[in-house]
């Protein structure tokens, strides 16, 4: 069984940096495609940002272009999501995920076959 566990997540001001990671454990990470998503209070969950297995190509929601980077480090079993200049919109739990199949649609939160529990980023401005 694939466990997903987030960390790094916590109350930061706007304009200042932070950086989720993301353990795995019980499955063959470096063939996994990872991503992450987020949701906020009262919203759907959104996807942020991809990464996949064997070439690594990232793949970002539009909106968050140039300020979020996500990465993996396959030694480690561990993906990270590097957030900058964050915005009190930023505020969500921030969720991680791991599909076993390369996607057609990094987006689509219904192809992905593990998850993990969230961590909760709070922006104050």
């Known amino acids: 069984q694939v466990q997903l566990v987030e960390s790094g997540g916590g109350l930061v001001q706007a304009g200042d940096s932070l950086r989720l990671s993301c353990a795995a454990s019980?499955?063959?990470?470096?063939?996994?495609?990872m991503a992450w998503f987020r949701q906020a209070p009262g919203k759907e969950r959104e996807f942020v940002s991809a990464?996949?297995?064997?070439?690594?190509?990232?793949e970002y929601a539009d909106s968050l272009k140039g300020r979020f980077t996500i990465s993996r480090d396959n030694a480690k079993n561990t993906v990270y999501l590097q957030m900058n200049s964050v915005q009190p919109e930023d505020t969500a739990v921030y969720y991680c995920?791991?599909?076993?199949?390369?996607?057609?649609?990094?987006?689509?939160?219904?192809?992905?076959?593990?998850w993990g529990q969230g961590t909760q980023v709070t922006i104050s401005s």
């Open positions: 995920a791991a599909s076993r199949f390369a996607l057609l649609n990094n987006g689509d939160r219904l192809r992905y076959d593990y």
């Open positions: 019980g499955g063959t990470f470096i063939t996994y495609t």
């Open positions: 990464i996949r297995n064997s070439n690594s190509i990232t």
